[in-house]
């Protein structure tokens, strides 16, 4: 069973638009969270970490559920330069466990 | 303060070569930690390093190797190169701390011929 499971997409929106993505792990030892983006042939880069209270920056939400073992991140009001793809991190015992991505492009 | 640093950025081989990659973590990070992404795929652990020790290794063929130097910079080896080996290597630093995030270097761009 994979460490980290993330629907791959792709997700295509208009610009404005709200879309969610969710990401379920495994190892319920996972203490730290985190959803990086990566851009079309650059290094990932992170967006924001996740919080077991919620975490919001901007038009971006990030959750986490232990109970049933998965986070999210709720982009608002879409921009164009959101399109990109966002992938979600869990670290048992530090160790980075990436999902697969998923692709998100927004429309104009 | 300096990111993490990989090179080369690009390196052509061919097939049956060895390739020697290099990354350099940010300063006071001891955990290193080495991914592939093919083109179009998502990141496929191949090593972490953390003190000088390889902590866990993905699923990988002997072939594929590293280590990590008293310096905390980390070298991963691939031998034998095969042409399915062309991709992305990245490598990442982390101070190893809770809730600390790894950042990535940019990469180099390993294409076998």
């Known amino acids: 069973r994979k460490e980290v499971e993330q629907d791959p997409g792709p997700f295509n929106v208009p610009e404005g638009a709200t879309v969610a993505f969710n990401c379920t792990y495994s190892n319920s030892a996972s203490q730290s969270f985190f959803w990086y983006r990566q851009d079309c042939r650059k290094e990932p880069k992170l967006l924001m970490s996740v919080y077991s209270s919620g975490n919001e920056d901007g038009r971006f939400t990030a959750q986490l559920n232990r109970a049933s073992q998965y986070i999210s991140l709720l982009i608002r009001d879409s921009k164009l330069s959101d399109s990109a793809t966002y992938l979600c991190?869990?670290?048992?015992?530090?160790?980075?466990?990436f999902g697969t991505g998923t692709s998100l492009t927004v429309i104009p | 303060e300096a990111g993490v640093t990989q090179s080369p950025t690009h390196l052509i081989k061919t097939r049956g070569q060895q390739a020697t990659l290099r990354c350099s973590p940010i300063?006071?990070?001891?955990?290193v930690y080495w991914y592939q992404q093919a083109l179009g795929l998502g990141l496929q652990f191949l090593l972490w390093y953390d003190e000088g020790e390889e902590r866990n290794r993905g699923n990988f063929p002997p072939r594929f190797s590293g280590r990590q130097f008293p310096n905390y910079s980390s070298e991963l080896n691939v031998n034998a190169l095969e042409l399915e080996d062309s991709a992305l290597y990245l490598c990442?630093?982390?101070?190893?701390?809770?809730?600390?995030?790894?950042?990535f270097g940019q990469g180099t761009r390993l294409t076998v011929v």
């Open positions: 991190v869990v670290t048992p015992g530090n160790q980075f466990y």
């Open positions: 990442a630093s982390s101070s190893g701390q809770l809730n600390t995030e790894a950042f």
């Open positions: 300063s006071g990070h001891t955990s």
